[in-house]
């Protein structure tokens, strides 16, 4: 079993939409949390990033973490065809970070 | 600040070939990572640098893999006799240590082993 899974997908929505993405893990040492964003051919791009339960929020993207139930999530209000991208969870134990196999989401216009 | 820099781009070699990558992080960043993503996949760790100590070596990492970072700025990841298993995009990413520590990716080099 993955160290961290996340809702494989693909997930497609109407423009406006509000989207969730979700990862669970089962390492109870990570410390930082984090989302990223992946287009086709390119590096991933850092989204959001936290390192408490809780929520956090950063225009349209919202980052939760419930350190309790090992879950996290990310919401995506007014979702636009821009948003169209893989996106990946990640955790990090020091140095290291491991990422889930991501989630591609499609937002027609 | 010109962002993470990989060369090459693509590159496409036979099987049994050495491949050399280099990776130039962002300046003034002290971690130096490799990583690497299969289709479908997200990116798996290789190693990592803090200066030019290499810190952590993933245990799935085959011997015909090795890095470098030899004055804790540009780093380089060989391949020796490439297999085809190895066929995947190798990213490289670097931050600068702290509580705070984010990554910063660049586009990755894409290798095709015939």
């Known amino acids: 079993q993955k160290e961290v899974e996340q809702d494989p997908g693909p997930l497609s929505v109407p423009e406006g939409a509000i989207v969730s993405l979700n990862c669970t893990y089962s390492n109870s040492a990570f410390q930082y949390f984090m989302w990223y964003r992946q287009y086709s051919r390119k590096g991933p791009e850092l989204l959001m990033y936290t390192y408490s339960s809780g929520n956090k929020e950063d225009g349209r993207f919202t980052a939760q973490v419930d350190k309790s139930s090992k879950y996290i999530s990310l919401f995506i209000r007014d979702s636009q065809p821009s948003d169209s991208a893989t996106y990946l969870c990640a955790m990090r134990i020091a140095g290291k970070s491991t990422f889930g196999d991501g989630t591609t989401l499609t937002v027609k216009p | 600040d010109t962002g993470v820099s990989q060369d090459p781009r693509h590159k496409i070699t036979k099987r049994g070939q050495n491949v050399t990558f280099r990776c130039d992080p962002i300046s003034e960043h002290n971690r130096l990572y490799w990583y690497r993503q299969t289709l479908g996949q997200g990116p798996e760790f290789l190693t990592y640098?803090?200066?030019?100590?290499?810190?952590?070596k993933s245990r799935l990492l085959s011997d015909r893999f090795s890095a470098e970072r030899p004055k804790g700025s540009f780093s380089t990841l060989e391949i020796q006799r490439t297999e085809q298993g190895d066929s995947a995009m190798y990213l490289c990413a670097s931050s600068l240590v702290g509580t705070n520590e984010k990554l910063f990716f660049g586009s990755g080099t894409q290798l095709s082993v015939l």
């Open positions: 640098f803090q200066n030019e100590a290499q810190l952590e």
